[in-house]
C-alpha cells in the first residue's frame, strides 16, 4: 500500500491511455500535493493486480469490473467504447461465426472485454490466454484457428495477410445498436471521498487537456503506439478511436450501454453474478 498522499495510477502501455493521462502523469495540472507515479502494464495483467487493489487508479476491462465492483468504482471519464468497431477477431484464411464453432481461439486475457464480446458473439469456442501482443504470432504459427486482436492491431491486421473474421464492435452495434464499451478507469473505493473527488477531477481535466491540445499530447503518446509508431496518421486515427466525447463522459447513453453489456454477461453465463455498475460522480 501507498501512503494517502502518493497515487499510484496504472494504464496499458497505449497510445490512447498515454494520450489521456499526459497532463496528469507529466506534472501539468495541479494535484494538490499529491504524488502521481505512473505505471504501465497490460490490460490483463491490471486486471489481475486490481483483485488486490494494487493500484489506487488503474484501468480495468469492464468484464473485469464485473468481477471487482466490491473494490473499485468507476470514474466518471476516462472510458473507451467502441463506436461501432472494436476488437478484432482475425484468421489466416476467410472464416465465418460458424465455422469457429468449437475451435480454438486466442484471447489477450480471461477478463477482457474482448473476451467477453467473443463469448456473447460465439459461445461455442474453446480459448487460450495469449499476451496481447503474442497474438498475430500464435494465429500465424497456425497454434490457434483464430484469435481476438485489441489495441493497434486493430487496424494493422491486414497488413501482415490477416483475415477479418467479425470487428465484435460493429457486430454489438448491429445487436444494440450503441456502442461497445470496452474499459474504464477505476478507483479504489477506501480511499478518502474527498480525495476520489479530487482525482476524478483531474482525470478529467487531463483528458480535456489532451483533447484540447492534441498535438502536443499525440507527440507523447505516439511513443506508445508501438508498430503505429512510424505512421502518424493512422496513430491519430487510433486515438481518435478511444479518446473521444464517450472518454470526456459516459453520459446516459454511456451509462446504460455498460449496464448492458454487463446484463449480456450475465445472462449468458459468463459474468458470475449480476452487477450494477457504480459510477462517482
Not at 129 to 142: L, W
Not at 229 to 249: A, K, L
Amino acid at each position: 500500500m501507498s501512503d494517502n498522499k502518493t497515487i499510484r495510477i496504472a494504464h496499458s502501455p497505449d497510445s490512447d491511455d498515454a494520450f489521456m493521462f499526459y497532463a496528469l502523469t507529466q506534472g501539468l495540472l495541479d494535484t494538490g500535493g499529491l504524488t502521481i507515479e505512473h505505471r504501465l502494464s497490460d490490460i490483463e495483467s491490471l486486471n489481475q493486480a486490481a483483485f488486490e487493489g494494487t493500484y489506487e487508479i488503474t484501468a480495468l476491462s469492464f468484464h473485469a469490473y464485473a468481477h471487482l465492483a466490491d473494490r473499485y468504482q468507476l470514474m466518471p471519464s476516462g472510458a473507451s467504447f467502441g463506436d461501432g468497431y472494436g476488437p478484432v477477431v482475425v484468421s489466416t484464411d476467410p472464416q465465418s461465426r460458424d465455422d469457429l464453432a468449437g475451435k480454438r481461439v486466442a484471447i489477450p486475457g480471461e477478463l477482457t472485454t474482448a473476451h467477453l464480446a467473443l463469448r456473447l458473439w460465439q459461445p461455442d469456442v474453446s480459448t487460450i490466454n495469449v499476451p496481447f501482443d503474442k497474438i498475430f504470432d500464435t494465429v500465424g504459427a497456425g497454434e490457434v484457428d483464430a484469435g481476438v486482436v485489441i489495441h493497434e492491431g486493430q487496424l494493422t491486421y491486414g497488413d501482415i495477410g490477416m483475415h477479418k473474421v467479425e470487428d465484435l464492435g460493429e457486430w454489438w452495434q448491429g445487436e444494440t445498436d450503441g456502442p461497445l464499451p470496452l474499459g474504464a478507469n477505476g478507483i479504489r473505493r477506501d480511499l478518502p471521498e474527498d480525495q476520489k473527488t479530487l482525482l476524478c477531477r483531474l482525470l478529467t481535466e487531463s483528458i480535456n487537456y489532451a483533447l484540447d491540445h492534441r498535438e502536443e499530447a499525440l507527440s507523447y503518446a505516439t511513443r506508445y503506439a508501438r508498430e503505429l509508431e512510424e505512421d502518424p496518421v493512422r496513430s491519430d486515427r487510433f486515438v481518435g478511436m478511444y479518446v473521444n466525447d464517450w472518454t470526456r463522459s459516459y453520459g446516459q447513453a454511456g451509462r446504460r450501454a455498460v449496464q448492458h453489456l454487463l446484463d449480456r454477461g450475465f445472462q449468458a453465463g459468463v459474468i458470475p453474478n449480476r452487477i450494477e455498475a457504480e459510477f462517482l460522480d
